[in-house]
């Protein structure tokens, strides 16, 4: 597989259970990201990791944790969601954590997991 | 603060150049990005400025005027697959900030 692999695709969910969202890349990027996708909204920056270490956490409620085991692999840890919380979660890559601007910068996203908290 | 400013729907036809115009306000500006996000589907990299100026990438150009704090993406000879939503994306302090999208609806 090539690219950045998010699963599941769609996910529903009740506001008590616990779910996890995957993200892998095959890139060998070093900075890893989570953003939230809402209808009608900019994409808003949820977490970054760089070199597995989180280096970004923008003010996002505890109910969502992150996980990154490796340079490769980055979770989202789903607990006790709120129907506000239903979205598009897109995890990206780039070769370097976002600092002068470069093609070192760019980019490269998952398709998404369409998240629906009932 | 931040703030990014862009047109929510543009519509064109089939061979026309069109023009989707972004201005933002941005602490710690180093640079803008274009991407391209088809319906469900992820966004792509089409094109980043950091000088004054105009960068063209085949069908696509973006221009960027620092002091005016406004950037532009130029699409040429449309094509139905053109069809997508456009982000413009600052950076602020080291990290992209985005803009809501401009929606460009191709007709034939």
């Known amino acids: 597989e090539t690219g950045v692999t998010q699963t599941p695709r769609h996910l529903v969910m009740g506001m008590t259970n616990k779910k996890s969202l995957k993200c892998e890349q095959h890139l060998g990027h070093n900075a890893m990201y989570w953003y939230k996708q809402s209808a009608k909204k900019p994409l808003e920056l949820m977490f970054v990791?760089?070199?597995?270490?989180?280096?970004e956490n923008n003010s996002v409620p505890s109910r969502f944790s992150p996980e990154c085991p490796n340079s490769s692999h980055l979770f989202l840890h789903l607990h006790t969601l709120q129907p506000e919380d239903s979205a598009l979660y897109l995890c990206?890559?780039?070769?370097?954590?976002?600092?002068?601007?470069?093609?070192?910068?760019?980019?490269?996203f998952g398709a998404g997991s369409r998240l629906t908290v009932l | 603060g931040q703030n990014i400013d862009q047109p929510t729907e543009m519509t064109a036809t089939e061979g026309a150049i069109v023009q989707i115009n972004c201005t933002y306000q941005?602490?710690?500006?180093?640079?803008l990005f274009w991407y391209q996000q088809h319906a469900g589907e992820a966004p792509t990299f089409l094109s980043y400025?950091?000088?004054?100026g105009l960068e063209e990438k085949g069908r696509f150009s973006s221009f960027l005027s620092r002091s005016k704090g406004y950037s532009y993406l130029l699409l040429k000879e449309l094509q139905m697959k053109d069809s997508a939503s456009y982000l413009c994306?600052?950076?602020?302090?080291?990290?992209?900030?985005f803009g809501t999208g401009t929606r460009l609806l191709v007709s034939p």
């Open positions: 990206a890559s780039s070769q370097d954590r976002q600092g002068e601007i470069s093609g070192a910068n760019v980019l490269t």
């Open positions: 990791y760089s070199l597995e270490e989180r280096v």
């Open positions: 994306a600052p950076t602020g302090f080291q990290k992209l900030v």
């Open positions: 400025n950091v000088l004054d």
């Open positions: 941005t602490s710690g500006f180093n640079g």
